[in-house]
């Protein structure tokens, strides 16, 4: 008997034709791509340098710390900072904590029943409606039914009914990227759910479910129905750079709100406030998702598995 | 408790997942401090067993567990603290499972869980608990090194180092030499034969050869239920009393 024929090596990787043609696929389908990706990044680009051209005659730190003058003509945006800040720092102080606790029983205690589908589905569903429709919902609870009037209470509450569903989804995601066997070799110890959570589940959750929650601070900071229908005014007077201005019950300016109306309803506004107000909210919404993203970086680096 | 009693005694056990029953009414006893090996095909129903003997299944949903299972006369769906019931048993999965944890915290999880927090009397149980799961030499200058970070063969010790961290009476060994060497194999093996004069160990395995070498008797699962239990001599020689056995056990199964 004779050995089976061997290809001699030199011919086995020589470059056939259907090998240069998968090399051409290759390269045209990498460049596609990349164009893609590129193109993804232009119109980021153009908006931010065109807001930074039109804002730069009015950017300063006066700015930020004024309060405008001038029927609103001119001056600084201090009042809507602050009064952003107030909404985004309480509705997330009432969703956050409710959200990722919420996510912690549907994920980790909740049996898989018609009860637990039914939240899953109250919870997709609250994500996708959208934000007028959650103002009126905010009207009708908050200023009304519950009798907080038009305030900032109201708006900080509408605000976390609409980010609540959102934190509870990526909580979720976050919770459930936790390998099963972890949380099987803890039960085989005779511990308890919360026992492993508290070790195991959280610990190596946490990067995930605080990025969702950051996240939800541009989402908060960037809308304008939920508020202007519960609790923001186009003109609060406040003292020019005090830090609380404003108490639960106050109406208050937003930086959303102010944007609006400085482009839509002051006539003879300086021309360069409009623009210097939106690079203040996109600022402000990108320093929030730089630091979520670092904040992921660093608990990344420290991840376990 | 005299001697008679068993230390494990099932009494027709049945287990369905969703509508489909997969253990069709097994009794058997285990005795106190002998080796019980369990060998069967794929898919018999040995893990499955296990996870009924700890009560973990209870955290599979659309289960259904019938029958009964005593442990020192005691039936385990009447306990008072199922925690305390899963420390009984020590637990090694097939697979390897580091937590995500140091290699210290790893073996005093368990512990912790169930209130021993001195470091006094930690340490010795730790370093107790992986001699015993021959890794202390490998692992004892960098205790504080992630679980997760060691080997393969190196994780399943420290599996097994968690399972006797709660000081168990019962060790389950569910495949455990699939991620170790032979050598380590041996070794371990050695030490369950030192363990088995405390404590009453059930071995699933699919190496016929280690059963053979541990256990005192055996018990041949095949689709859920028992075809044969009995002395691992006579499971094991050219005659044991089922003609499947001898099938399995010489690999002409099927
Ligand atoms: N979580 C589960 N949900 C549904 N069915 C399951 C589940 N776990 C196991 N089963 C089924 O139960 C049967 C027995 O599985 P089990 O894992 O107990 O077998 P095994 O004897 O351990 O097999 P192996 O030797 O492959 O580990 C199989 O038919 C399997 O499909
Ligand atoms: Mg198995």
Redesign the interface.
Known sequence: MSPPPVTPVSARFTRTPLVVRKERQQAAVRLVLLAMAVLMVLPLLAIISHLIIQAWPALSWEFLVDVPRRGMTEGGIWPALVGTVYLVVISLAVSAPIGVLAAIYLNEYA??NWFTRAINLAVISLAGVPSIVHALFGLGAFVYAARFGYSILAASLTLAIMTLPVIIASTREALAAVPA??R?????????RW?TIR??VL??SISGILTGVILQVSRAAGETAPILFTGAVFFKAVQRGDLFPYRLTDQCMALSMHLYTVSTQVPNVREAIPWATAVVLLGAVLAVNAAAIALRVWLRNRK?? | MDASTPKIAVQDLSLAYGGTEVIHGITFDVRPNEILGIIGPARSGKTSLLRCLNRTIDFVAGTRVTGEIRIDGADIRAVRDVHALRRTIGMVAPLPVGLPLSIYDNVAFAPRCAGLTRRAELDPLVERCLRQAALWDEVKDRLDNLGTALSGGQQQRLTIARALSHQPEILCLDEFSIAIDPVTTMRIEDVLRELRREITIILVTNLTHQARRLTDRTMFLWNGRIIELDRSEVIFSDQPSRKETLEYVNGIFG
Request: net charge neutral; aromatic share 16%; proline share 5%.
């Open positions: 049996r898989d066997a972890f099987e070799a803890c039960w085989n110890v005779g511990a308890t026992q070790a195991i610990p190596n376990r598995w």
